[in-house]
């Protein structure tokens, strides 16, 4: 069983930073893309981004792109989200999340992911 558990969430002011970092239990880490997912009180899950398995590629949305940056220590078993100059909207629960393999492109839909994690909460104040 695949577990995973993210950490880093927190309180921030607008304009603001914080890391989060998702620990996978998985020893075979390295084969699989790692994703991040948000959701907003009252909102679907969002797509945040995505990084491949060996950490060559990334993918995120446009409402993060040039904020946010996703990266990886397979030695470590674990993904991090560095976001950057955050604004109220960044408010939500993320999640990290795993697909059952790897993929070209990597997936960037919530129902292409198999595992999940509890998610960590993060709010942006104004």
């Known amino acids: 069983q695949v577990q995973l558990v993210e950490s880093g969430g927190g309180l921030v002011q607008a304009g603001g930073s914080l890391r989060l970092s998702c620990a996978i239990s998985?020893?075979?880490?390295?084969?699989?893309?790692m994703g991040w997912f948000r959701q907003a009180p009252g909102k679907e899950r969002e797509f945040v981004g995505v990084?491949?398995?060996?950490?060559?590629?990334?993918v995120y949305a446009d409402s993060v792109k040039g904020r946010f940056t996703i990266s990886r220590d397979n030695a470590k078993n674990t993904v991090y989200l560095q976001m950057n100059s955050l604004q109220s909207e960044d408010t939500a629960i993320y999640y990290c999340?795993?697909?059952?393999?790897?993929?070209?492109?990597?997936?960037?839909?919530?129902?292409?992911?198999?595992?999940w994690g509890q998610g960590t909460q993060v709010t942006v104040s104004s």
């Open positions: 998985e020893r075979t880490f390295s084969r699989y893309d």
């Open positions: 990084i491949t398995w060996n950490g060559a590629g990334t």
């Open positions: 999340a795993v697909p059952p393999s790897p993929s070209i492109p990597p997936p960037t839909t919530a129902s292409a992911y198999h595992y």
